[in-house]
């Protein structure tokens, strides 16, 4: 099912995403990481770039019910399809926390802290990346963006959809 939001559901997205991040990443820290070591401060200051980026451009953003073009950006829990460029192949991530799963094997998961998620986060399309990775570099041209519908549910409101007799929404994921 294909779902065109507009850039104030756009921005309530991000702004709950933002929002949950910021409360995942305490939990994540504790769970994971050693107090006081180099990797964890790199981890913390990681996350906090990341949120930092999401407000800065929900700050610069006109709210408007005119339908977006498509997602801003690439963020956790989003799937994003790149082409290579130098082969031609086409693939599909979802990214992920750290140690996070799922069952849709149709797409690879990458961690957000790995090379290649770290890589792809806050991309956009049509945007060119070169990811440094242990055994190569990879070289993708961002394809598309995808919202999966889980996250939809969870970051807009979800009676709106009902409240306009739309149901709720079917399908495996909504690309905006």
Same mark, same amino acid.
């Given at each position: 099912?294909?779902?065109?939001?507009?850039? $104030?559901?756009?921005?309530?997205?991000?702004?709950n995403?933002?929002?949950?991040?910021e409360?995942? $990443?305490?939990?994540?820290?504790k769970?994971?990481?050693?107090?006081?070591?180099? !990797?964890?401060?790199?981890?913390?200051?990681?996350?906090?770039?990341?949120?930092?980026s999401?407000?800065?451009?929900?700050?610069s953003?006109?709210?408007?019910v005119?339908?977006?073009?498509?997602?801003p950006?690439?963020?956790?829990?989003?799937?994003?399809?790149?082409?290579?460029?130098?082969?031609?192949?086409?693939y599909?991530?979802?990214?992920?926390?750290p140690?996070?799963?799922?069952?849709?094997?149709?797409?690879?998961?990458?961690?957000?802290?790995?090379?290649?998620?770290r890589?792809?986060?806050?991309? #956009?399309?049509?945007?060119?990346?070169?990811?440094?990775?242990?055994s190569?570099?990879?070289?993708y041209t961002?394809r598309?963006?995808i919202?999966?519908?889980?996250i939809l !549910?969870?970051?807009?409101?979800?009676?709106? #959809?009902?409240? $306009?007799?739309?149901?709720?929404?079917t399908?495996?994921?909504?690309y905006?």
């Open positions: 099912m294909c779902v065109k939001l507009n850039n $104030k559901e756009i921005i309530e997205i991000l702004k995403h933002a929002r949950d991040i409360e995942i $990443k305490d939990e994540l820290f769970g994971y990481f050693r107090e006081h070591s180099e !990797e964890s401060f790199e981890v913390i200051e990681y996350f906090k770039e990341y949120i930092e999401i407000n800065n451009y929900i700050s953003c006109k709210t408007s005119k339908k977006a073009s498509g997602f950006f690439v963020i956790i829990e989003s799937i994003v399809e790149v082409q290579d460029m130098d082969d031609g192949e086409i599909r991530y979802r990214i992920v926390l140690y996070e799963q799922f069952p849709d094997e149709s797409v690879d998961c990458a961690s957000c802290l790995s090379p290649l998620g890589g792809l986060l806050l991309k #956009r399309i049509g945007q060119r990346v070169d990811i440094p990775v242990p190569a570099t990879l070289r961002i598309d963006i919202i999966p519908e889980e !549910e969870k970051y807009t409101k979800a009676n709106s #959809r009902e409240s $306009k007799n739309l149901g709720p929404p399908g495996t994921s909504v905006i």
